[in-house]
């Protein structure tokens, strides 16, 4: 759980991604289609948070080399959301504007944030979160 | 008595694998080769849930759920775009059409169209 970063809180589901090949990115979209299911997204939206997730892994195979992608549950307050998040090393001292543009204009409306944390290893961070009504069955659930 | 799933997809083969998935759990399955055809069955004999592929001969899947999501006789038959085209730009465009999942084609796709027909209470 410490290699999860972000500025929220987490809860479960906590699943890990290493991603190596491109077969990887299909188990990357099934696992946040999983975590995104026990969250209790609606199929819309993990079919969203599934694409976000691929996408991301995609991004990290084009390194060369090994990365895990984190899936996660998030809290802040009594909101509840799905994390998806990788250490992305390869940009150090790149303008973390210029990757969240690049970021938005690939990713669109897939998810509600995202985040680029930190300089040395700049970690990238997408959330989306639970409406309202379905927040709070999660929150209720994950007590 | 079974529920009827209409399933539009032009491959035979790719039909015959979702036909047995879906009657795997007990759906009966209808097919139509292209969009057009899949819109007229719709409209002449509602089925419980389409099941769209995207890419089709002379009407895309995503024009095909618009005019489903558009016509009152249709609008609520719910729609799972089952697709190769998997990327952000692809997936939006198919929820933006009205479509209640999109999912990839890949090894798991079985499994995802099954939990998803639970999800929508086509499956007890």
């Known amino acids: 759980m410490s290699d999860i970063r972000g500025p929220y809180h987490t809860r479960p589901p906590i699943m890990t991604v290493k991603v190596e090949d491109s077969m990887d990115i299909m188990i990357v979209r099934d696992t946040a289609r999983r975590a995104s299911s026990l969250l209790g997204f609606a199929p819309a939206h993990r079919a969203q948070l599934s694409s976000a997730a691929a996408t991301l892994a995609e991004l990290v195979l084009k390194t060369g080399e090994a990365h895990t992608i984190h899936l996660n549950g998030v809290i802040e307050g009594t909101r509840t959301g799905l994390q998806i998040s990788s250490e992305t090393p390869w940009l150090a001292g790149v303008s973390a504007n210029n990757v969240l543009v690049a970021l938005r204009s690939k990713l669109g409306d897939l998810v509600d944030e995202i985040i680029l944390e930190g300089r040395e290893t700049p970690v990238i961070i997408m959330v989306m979160w639970l409406d309202e009504a379905q927040s709070r069955e999660a929150f209720d659930d994950g007590e | ?124």
């Open chain 2, 1 to 124: 008595m079974a529920l009827e799933v209409l399933l539009v997809e032009d491959s035979k083969t790719q039909a015959a694998q979702i036909k047995e998935t879906l009657e795997s759990v007990g759906l009966r399955v209808r097919i139509a080769y292209d969009g057009p055809d899949g819109i007229r069955e719709a409209i002449e004999n509602p089925p419980a849930l389409v099941v769209l592929d995207v890419k089709l001969p002379s009407m895309d899947g995503f024009q095909v759920c618009r005019r489903l999501k558009r016509n009152p006789a249709t609008q609520d038959i719910p729609v799972i775009m089952l697709t190769e085209k998997a990327g952000p730009q692809a997936t939006m465009s198919g929820l933006r059409a009205g479509a209640d999942d999109y999912i990839p084609k890949d090894i798991f796709a079985s499994e995802h169209l099954i939990n998803t027909l639970q999800e929508l209470g086509i499956l007890e």
